[in-house]
């Protein structure tokens, strides 16, 4: 073959395949794909299959083989298949398979044919087909249910033609369309949306409903919701609807021709002794009424003792021997014929016959039905008996029984030819459901009363294989014209799932009512005229006990009124039909929460029921107010705090408040009083504080704590020598006052704004730059005082005197002279003999003075007082070189030290030389705890510790220094 040959070959392929409805492709005697057509692409593109491993060139039977998956369950079999069709041993290989993506699911049909020396490969996209089967397999074409096809939204995707026919709607007209609005058009809220999503979820319902035409006509129906499943998933629904119109309606008939005598008639016979014909001996009103003769001219008298056959067609009196014999043997039996009117009209009647006795003379009964219109839409009455879904059972007075229909023998487990003729007792056997006790028969009671009864609830009816039903049922008594019992009829039906569900309902009552009944809210539902239909008398609904009334008005039971409270609120519920929420101030300052919700309607939209919930606030609100307060004040000073103060500055800073003056005040020491005294003594000196600033003020200016030891005052409409003045009064109070020896000081900064262009923040930062200045004055002053007033306090507690102090700072000097100390040491030397134990301040005095044996707890306490020490000394510029010889002066030579355990040169020199000395005073001149030695016995204990607590080289230096003092 030519080149030209091969290109009109393609071609031809290419024109081919393309030409096919399905996706193709060509396989050359290998399996490898040789040519595509477009349909094929997009089928890769569908499902996520690129051309680069199912396009041309690919070996098509090695992607089958590779296939893995859920969907690749038959690729095995489609690549055996496509090898057998190259190598010729069948000439068509098929093959259905699934080919689902996320979106959605679908399946194929695979068909392969030889094509040269290979092969031509079709996938046909058959999802309609597959999910059509699955849908024509449920609806079927000669169903009588009319029956849709619901997409997982309950929209329409099909319907049968007896849905068609039924409600009269095209597919055409409702496709697309939720079901629901389409058959619920006249009232859409009723429908249970429940049942939607209970088919979605995988299970199947059942429920009566009412459904409408397209002409607007309402029908019953029994209504089935069944999941429409492909491979395990719910796809849809099958909505199958089931007319039950005629049923309810034959329900209706029925019980008004059991209970009505002009409707129900009947007469009463004795029958010839030869049985061809019967004598009247009795007639109802009802047979009067119909047969023409209730008039003045012919009465009950003149029928009676006539033979019945006067009313009878020939062909119905042919029957009365037959008729009467089997009556004779005790049987009742049913005659449907043609009977004679007054103006020899024939009608139809349905006649049931049964036998009885008035002494030692057979009777019998006939009672009568005129279903001569029944007859021309029903057929017959017994087909209309046999059709409704209650269970029927008649009886002679006697509770023998004489008819049944099908209903009552499915529930009885009895034909009718088995229970006829036997005593109800036998065949109807109901007990309690509750105690499981044999129950009366209804039939015993109505023959003993003589009026119509119902069953007691609970009842459950045994059938003959042992199942059981709860039931509801009615017995009335059957009655001649002289209203002498004739027998009872029964009415029954199986309300077992009704029942569950009752039981349900009043468990879930129950349980509503306890709920509510714990709730301490006050919960009460009522009526359009504000009656009272539920109450939990809970809250302001606290009533007593002998006014809780049910369906009173609410206004006069709650509240005592004659007419609607002028205060109520809930009274817009019903008027605008839209729920209220709000909060109420009572009188006597507490708060509730009121919320008023409809929740029932009537047909036009207007509020039927309305629950009214009230909730005591009143806490809460308190709660609320006191978190605004506290968002708002400092806790300690109970001054407002920053955040507060923000908000004032912004509505400060305006035109009509000029000139504004700015107060900053700075606690000077606070730092140094912490540590010393502890924190409480702090705070005693912030709360002071704000009491001196809160009465140096105006009531129109504005007080806050602004930070920890500063204040700001803001002073609307101030000049400066008013500010001034505020100044002063603040440190004329400072300078009387004093806490506990401490000495009170105040660093005090002002600054004013006097037009708009000036930033408020600008101005703030200029008064806080003053205070700074004002620190920096009296710092040294301020600080010098507080440690004087520390050591006046430890000496006034404990043995630091200012002697003790002296002779620290002697013998140090003597000591640091010795080896060569410069004099900014020796300087330093000096400061720390006087203040090595302000860390002591804050212990308190019976501890210090204790003469016993100290407490664990108290000895940590003293063990704390280096690290005490070192913070105030660190707090303070003029003793910060100090600071670590104060933290290291008890610690040993050896290590054995505190609070850092320290040893030998690590422990600073001053630390060392201080520790000598110190030990040294204390044992000469004695402690609470420790009587004096005397010098030399001091100095031998010097030298007895040097090198485990005292450095030994100035424990040597220090035993000179004392020895060359004393000689």
């Known amino acids: 073959m030519n080149d030209e040959e091969d290109c009109n070959n393609e071609i031809s392929y290419q024109s081919f395949i393309n030409a096919l409805p399905y996706s193709a492709a060509i396989l050359d005697d290998k399996g490898v794909i040789i040519d ?45 298949g496509i090898k057998e069709i190259i190598s010729g041993q069948r000439d068509i290989f098929t093959l259905e398979f699934p080919c689902h993506s996320d979106e959605e699911k679908r399946w194929f049909a695979m068909k392969v044919k030889p094509l040269n020396e290979g092969a031509l490969v079709l996938h046909e996209n058959i999802t309609e087909r597959k999910i059509e089967k699955l849908w024509n397999k449920a609806l079927f074409k000669n169903s009588n249910s009319a029956i849709a096809r619901l997409d997982s939204e309950h929209k329409v995707l099909n319907i049968n033609n007896k849905f068609a026919e039924k409600f009269g709607w095209s597919l055409k007209n409702i496709k697309g369309k939720n079901l629901d609005k389409v058959l619920e058009r006249k009232n859409p809220e009723s429908i249970d949306k429940n049942l939607t999503k209970q088919v979605m979820e995988g299970q199947r319902v059942k429920k009566e409903g009412t459904r409408y035409t397209n002409k607007g006509e309402a029908r019953e129906f029994l209504i089935k919701g069944i999941p429409v499943n492909l491979e395990d998933d719910v796809q849809g629904i099958y909505a199958i609807y089931d007319d039950i119109t005629e049923i309810k309606e034959k329900e209706e008939i029925l019980d008004s021709i059991f209970s009505s005598s002009l409707d129900l008639y009947y007469f009463i016979a004795e029958p010839t002794e030869d049985n061809q014909d019967a004598i009247i001996k009795d007639i109802s009103p009802g047979a009067l009424q119909v047969f023409g003769y ?145 129950v009366q028969n209804p039939v015993d009671e109505v023959l003993k009363k003589e009026k119509k009864i119902g069953l007691a609830n609970h009842a459950v009816l045994i059938s003959r294989n042992g199942q059981e039903y709860h039931i509801a049922d009615s017995a009335a008594p059957i009655k001649d014209a002289e209203e002498d019992l004739m027998g009872v009829v029964l009415i029954f039906r199986d309300i077992s799932e009704k029942y569950k569900m009752r039981e349900k309902i009043a468990e879930s009552e129950k349980r509503f009512q306890k709920m509510l009944e714990v709730i301490p809210d006050m919960i009460s539902i009522q009526d359009k005229d504000m009656n009272i239909i539920y109450s939990n ?55 509730y929460d009121l919320r008023a919700i409809p929740i029932q309607e009537d047909s036009q939209g207007n509020v039927e029921l309305f629950v009214e919930w009230i909730r005591d606030i009143t806490e809460i609100k308190e709660r609320e107010e006191r978190i605004r307060y506290i968002s708002y004040h400092d806790s300690l000073t109970d001054l407002y705090n920053r955040n507060y103060m923000e908000e004032a500055i912004k509505k400060i800073d305006s035109r009509d408040k000029l000139p504004v003056g700015v107060i900053m005040v700075d606690i000077n020491g606070l730092k140094v009083i912490n540590e010393a005294y502890g924190h409480e003594k702090g705070d005693e000196i912030l709360t002071k504080t704000a009491d001196i600033l809160t009465s140096s003020i105006r009531n129109k200016d504005i007080l806050a704590r602004w930070a920890g030891d500063e204040f700001i005052i803001l002073l609307p409409q101030t000049k ?25 000081s105040f660093g005090i900064g002002a600054a004013l704004k006097r037009n708009r262009r000036q930033n408020i923040y600008e101005v703030i930062h200029q008064a806080e730059d003053r205070v700074y200045k004002d620190k920096l004055t009296q710092s040294r002053s301020t600080k010098n005082k507080l440690v004087k007033s520390m050591l006046s306090t430890l000496g006034a507690k404990s043995d630091e005197t200012k002697e003790h102090s002296m002779r620290m700072a002697k013998y140090s000097m003597q000591l640091g002279e010795k080896i060569n100390l410069s004099t900014d040491q020796l300087n330093n030397l000096t400061l720390l003999a006087t203040l ?39 707090s303070i510029e003029e003793f910060a070189p100090i600071a670590e010889p104060i933290l290291a002066h008890h610690e040993y030579w050896n290590g054995d030290g505190y609070p850092q355990g320290l040893e030998g040169e690590e422990i600073p020199l001053l630390a060392r030389i201080i520790s000598i000395v110190d030990a040294f005073d204390v044992m000469t001149n004695g402690r609470p705890y420790q009587k004096a030695k005397t010098r030399k016995e001091a100095l031998q204990e010097i030298k007895d510790c040097a090198g485990s607590q005292f450095d030994p080289k100035l424990a040597a230096k220090f035993v000179e220094v004392i020895q060359e003092s004393d000689s």
């Open 36 to 80: 595509v057509n477009e349909k094929w692409k997009e089928f890769g593109r569908q499902n996520n299959l690129a051309m680069t491993n199912n396009g041309i060139g690919i070996n098509y039977i090695r992607v089958a083989e590779q296939a893995a998956g859920e969907e690749a369950s038959g690729s095995t079999e489609a690549a055996t």
């Open 294 to 438: 209730d008039n003045d001219k012919i009465s009950k008298k003149d029928i009676i003792g006539k033979p019945i056959s006067l009313f009878q067609t020939s062909q119905m009196a042919e029957k009365n021997p037959e008729m009467h014999q089997a009556v004779k043997n005790g049987n009742t039996i049913t005659v449907k014929n043609k009977m004679i009117g007054p103006d020899d009209n024939e009608f139809t009647v349905l006649s049931f016959v049964s036998p009885f006795k008035t002494g030692d003379n057979n009777k019998v009964i006939s009672v009568s039905l005129n279903i001569s219109e029944v007859e021309e839409t029903r057929k017959n009455l017994a087909a209309t008996l046999d059709s409704i879904g209650d269970a029927v059972i008649t009886t002679d007075k006697d509770g023998i029984i004489n008819r049944m229909n099908p209903v009552a023998e499915q529930l009885t487990g009895y034909s009718f030819k088995e229970a006829q003729n036997k005593p109800l007792a036998e065949i109807f056997n109901i007990i309690n459901a509750n105690t499981r006790e044999k």
């Open 537 to 591: 008398w809970k809250e302001i609904a606290d009533v007593p006990e002998h006014k809780r009334q049910l369906h009173t008005k609410c206004y006069k039971t709650y509240r005592g009124y004659e007419e609607i409270c002028p205060d109520c609120q809930a009274i817009s519920v019903l008027e605008n039909n839209q729920p209220l929420q709000k909060e109420i101030k009572l009188s006597n300052g507490g708060w």
């Open 720 to 744: 400066e020598k008013q500010t001034k003045e505020v100044i002063n009064c603040i440190k004329n109070k400072v300078n009387e006052t004093q806490i506990e020896d401490i000495p009170l």
């Open 836 to 874: 090595h134990d302000i860390g002591k301040v804050n212990i308190a005095e019976e501890v210090l003075n204790k003469a016993e044996k100290l407490t664990d707890e108290e000895w940590e306490k003293i063990k704390e007082h280096p690290e005490k020490g070192y913070l105030i000394a660190s």
